[in-house]
T-cell receptor
Framework: DAKTTQPTSMDCAEGRAANLPCNHS???????VYWYRQIHSQGPQYIIH???NNETNEMASLIITEDRKSSTLILPHATLRDTAVYYC?????????????FGKGTMLLVSP | DTEVTQTPKHLVMGMTNKKSLKCEQH?????MYWYKQKAKKPPELMFV???????INESVPSRFSPECPNSSLLNLHLHALQPEDSALYLC????????????????FGSGTQLSVL
């Protein structure tokens, strides 16, 4: 099972900031948080990752709380092309192995 | 080159057929992955290869047989599949598994949409 929980769906108006939350309350101290998105019928696309500090790249910003139990992905100016399922991922220990396991994700709908 | 190439893009096969899915990357990555994704569900991990050795098999039925001939190629051999195996099969690669950070950033192909009749 995934170690993350995300809202099932969110709406955002085009041009506004989209803030997507993720809870990962059982994350270990050395585990990264990764964000991916999947546009319909395509492979998932990497967005950003972080460990403790806030991160920013050309696609998005990642805000991680000080206790690392939750994070927020921020798309500063959402466009219609940002409509996708957004996945927040951390490692999961499974029978002695750790793997990157996708949770259910958040369906973000950006509207005109 | 930051691409993971999967072929074919679409595949229709009968339950008695044998087919193979192919995945290729030229980023020098040493970890390669197969994921299966049913409609409206998240991708589910099937196999992980690390340095061309199978390191994780998520209890996948033996009718799915992975193969990693070299560090750039990953195959998934299919035999005697069931209609419920119809799904999008995704290949991914990363620099190395289990290291976190940039080294575990996954690059995905666009997938093979498989239909089993």
């Amino acid at each position: 099972d995934a170690k993350t929980t995300q809202p099932t769906s969110m709406d955002c108006a085009e041009g506004r900031a989209a803030n997507l939350p993720c809870n990962h309350s059982t994350i270990s101290g050395n585990e990264y948080v990764y964000w991916y998105r999947q546009i319909h019928s395509q492979g998932p696309q990497y967005i950003i990752h972080g460990l403790k500090n806030n991160e920013t790249n050309e696609m998005a910003s990642l805000i991680i709380t000080e206790d690392r139990k939750s994070s927020t992905l921020i798309l500063p100016h959402a466009t219609l092309r940002d409509t996708a399922v957004y996945y927040c991922i951390v490692r999961v220990m499974n029978s002695g192995y750790s793997t990157l396991t996708f949770g259910k994700g958040t369906m973000l709908l950006v509207s005109p | 080159d930051t691409e993971v190439t999967q072929t074919p893009k679409h595949l229709v096969m009968g339950m008695t057929n044998k087919k193979s899915l192919k995945c290729e990357q030229h980023m020098g990555h040493r970890a390669m992955y197969w994921y299966k994704q049913k409609a409206k569900k998240p991708p589910e991990l099937m196999f992980v290869y690390s340095y061309e050795k199978l390191s994780i098999n998520e209890s996948v039925p033996s009718r799915f047989s992975p193969e990693c001939p070299n560090s750039s190629l990953l195959n998934l051999h299919l035999h005697a599949l069931q209609p419920e195996d119809s799904a999008l099969y995704l290949c991914a690669s990363s620099q190395t598994p289990g290291q976190g950070g940039n080294r575990e950033k996954l690059f995905f192909g666009s997938g093979t949409q498989l239909s089993v009749l």
